[in-house]
């Protein structure tokens, strides 16, 4: 009786789920029952198996995302700081160009001349700090209107010039990286109809 008992549980705890409950029904082949779990475990390593390597392109594929989220935040975090500047540099650009307006050799004004002359210089070392941080002037008089880097505020008689090129800047736009971070304000050239 005690050796009945312990069959049993032995039974139980190997995990005989594929056997029959009766024990009367066993097989005739006790090859086929492990041939059977075999194959069940075979299966589950190969699903196991699959499912790590799901995962592991998974964690792959987010450690890139995030690698690539982190790189652009080092880039593109100062944007905003970089639009605030930018309106600084319009601002001494301005007041440059009404010093050189004011400093004609007509007038002979030395202390008007010296004040251009270090506008001229800082708005030049600006332009150098801006250029070292990836932050461009776009130039785009006589290229061709592209919606992602300017604005149409105006069209001109295209005179010597071709339909659709830009004709004049009203105000400068800025690349942040390639990144447009403000488009230019201009006046695209449009055939004349007389």
Do not use: W
Not at 26 to 55: F, G, N, W
Not at 82 to 87: G, H, Q, S, T
Not at 118 to 141: C, D, R, T, W, Y
């Amino acid at each position: 009786s005690p050796c009945v008992f312990s069959t049993a549980a032995q039974q139980r705890s190997t995990g005989d789920e594929c056997g029959p409950e009766d024990p009367r029904d066993e097989p005739k082949h006790p090859d086929c029952t492990l041939e059977h779990k075999a194959i069940k475990l075979e299966e589950q390593v190969r699903d196991l198996t699959e499912r790590y390597r799901k995962a592991l392109a998974d964690s792959e594929n987010v450690r890139r995302r995030t690698q690539k989220f982190v790189e652009d935040a080092k880039l593109f975090g100062i944007q905003s700081f970089c639009r605030d500047l930018v309106e600084v540099a319009d601002i001494l650009e301005k007041t440059a160009e009404s010093a050189a307006e004011e400093a004609e050799p007509s007038n002979p004004n030395p202390t008007l001349t010296k004040i251009y002359e270090g506008l001229s210089l800082i708005e030049a070392k600006l332009q150098s700090v801006f250029a070292k941080h990836g932050l461009q002037k776009m130039n785009p008089v006589g290229g061709k209107y592209d919606p992602y880097d300017h604005e149409i505020v105006c069209h001109v008689p295209a005179e010597g010039m071709q339909p659709g090129t830009i004709a004049l800047v009203t105000q400068d736009g800025y690349k942040l990286h390639g990144r447009t971070i403000r488009h230019a304000l201009v006046g695209v050239a449009v055939e004349s109809q007389e």
